[in-house]
């Protein structure tokens, strides 16, 4: 049964789990005033409590942007569309260029000739829904495209009550003409960020993940443990860095195995509420990571 037909099946769950640190202050705002007590121009995103929050969203969003960045410079047959859209007179081209190489372009960024085909010939509905599904590049089929779910989900991430000091930022901002490079008349303004050295607590979670789905995720969480990811906006102006500290892994897989101890993990997993005797935990989560970025380069010149 091949992985499209058998998707609706868990065969795998991972559980990464971390805290992420902020480097710098950061701004992640609530897309309108009106639902908030603050006074500010732009106030950042909280709880109804009044506390911070990350929402789980963002983190993904910036995850996979940074996943993108790296995709193109990885060693062997990877592939990241962007989510850039071409028109129609472009995609051609590119389309025609990419088949010249064996490829197709991604779905996501360009599946005119797949909606005309079904458009014409409405017999060909189903074998047209598996040809997009089969073009979509591997960001897409990890963190999901129009035409397929996500395989990660992210959670909120919240602060450690016991950690929040109560402190908004509010730093000034003015707006420039980009034209005569000097700041236009009468639009200063002010924004909220949120001090630096605040830590959020993470949990993702990858469900029937591949192969290349771990070592893409672990290269973008690679990242993070570096210090050069980044969350929430106006990060030209220096804010948003973070950094992922203690990252743990769990692990539940139901493939590989006999029917009796597939059965055992699966009830054991129903069973039990709590996650560290859900699922199996790896010894090291950084291990794990560095272990899924090096598959990537094993026979790669170095």
Partial sequence: M????????????YVFTGRLVMLTAFHIGTGDVRMTASSSDSPVVRTPEGVPFIPGSSFKGALRSTIEKLVP????????????QFSKETGQQAQEEAQKEGKQLCSTAWSADLAERKRRHPETAEQVR?????????????????????????????????EWSGVIQVRDGVAIDRDSEKAKDRLKYDFEVVPSMTAFELEMTLENASQKDLQLLSVGLGEYMHGFGTIGGKRSRGLGACRLEGPQVYKLELTGIDEAERNRRLRNYLLEKELKKQFSKEDDGEAFLNTYISQIFEGASL
Wanted: aromatic share 8%; net charge negative; with cysteine.
């Fill in 2 to 13: 091949t992985e499209e037909m058998n998707r609706y099946e868990l065969r795998n769950r």
């Fill in 130 to 162: 598996k040809e997009l599904l089969d073009r979509l590049c591997d960001t897409c089929r990890l963190f999901g495209s129009p035409f397929a779910a996500s395989h990660v989900s992210i959670n909120d991430l919240y602060m450690p009550l016991e």
């Fill in 73 to 84: 410079g990885l060693p062997g047959e990877w592939s990241s569309c962007g989510l850039v």
